[in-house]
């Protein structure tokens, strides 16, 4: 699972005997087949577990997040939804710093959950550049050793059905799969700089797809932005 390049620390412990990158784990899995396989799982019975807990009332929180992360990974990883401790890098990007996330994260609060939360039913237009605001954001802040980007879908998920909407069919596997993810991915980095009308655009396809396939949600098997 060589995504990142990480600085020491305990959240860069792996596993012993296994295969190269397999971080330290609870479950003791040693091959990447397995730790995916058991994270996709694990978010599938979250997710289902999270659609009833969300009221349409409800505000997105930083802790929310980390409750979220958590309920997700914590059979797996005893660092599951605390910040991450580790400098993280991929593809010659540099995310801010560890010592930075809690305070990035107190400010994504302040300045986007608290203004964009609870979603409320509007044009879909504009959900769907909410939904892009934190998205964005969230990943640029990286708060997590792993999981990031599904997590951030799922919380984006979430933010539609507040909003009286479906989730969102990313269209990750299938036909045309390899397009729409590296067509995300591209929106995502747009969305670090400000530039949010690409993911938003992103999401409101994503938003057709689901309405026309009326498919029951699953986590998307992909690559962390």
Not at 182 to 196: I, M, N, P, Q
Request: glycine letters at 8%.
């Amino acid at each position: 699972m060589s995504r990142y390049r990480v600085a020491s620390g305990s959240e860069g412990e792996l596993e012993p005997d296994a295969d190269v990158g397999v971080l330290r784990n609870r479950l003791h899995l040693k091959t990447v087949k397995e730790i995916d396989q058991a994270e996709f799982d694990l978010l599938l019975q979250a997710q289902r577990s999270w659609w009833s807990k969300v009221t349409l009332d409800m505000p997105f929180t930083a802790a929310l997040i980390c409750e979220m992360h958590r309920d997700w990974l914590g059979t797996m990883y005893e660092w599951a939804g605390r910040y991450r401790t580790v400098e993280m890098e991929k593809g010659g990007f540099r995310w801010p710093p560890a010592y930075l996330v809690e305070d990035n994260m107190a400010r994504l609060e302040s300045r986007l959950l608290c203004r964009l939360t609870p979603a409320r039913q509007k044009l879909t237009n504009d959900t769907c550049l909410d939904a892009a605001t934190i998205h964005a954001e969230l990943l640029l802040v990286h708060p997590f050793r792993d999981g990031n980007g599904r997590l951030a879908r799922w919380l984006t998920d979430l933010h539609f059905l507040q909003a009286g909407l479906s989730p969102l069919d990313h269209g990750f596997v299938g036909p045309g799969s390899v397009g729409r993810r590296t067509r995300y991915l591209e929106a995502v980095k747009r969305g670090y700089v400000g530039d949010l009308a690409p993911l938003a655009a992103v999401f409101a396809e994503a938003l057709e797809r689901s309405e026309r396939g009326r498919k029951p949600l699953a986590p998307s098997k992909t690559e962390e932005p």
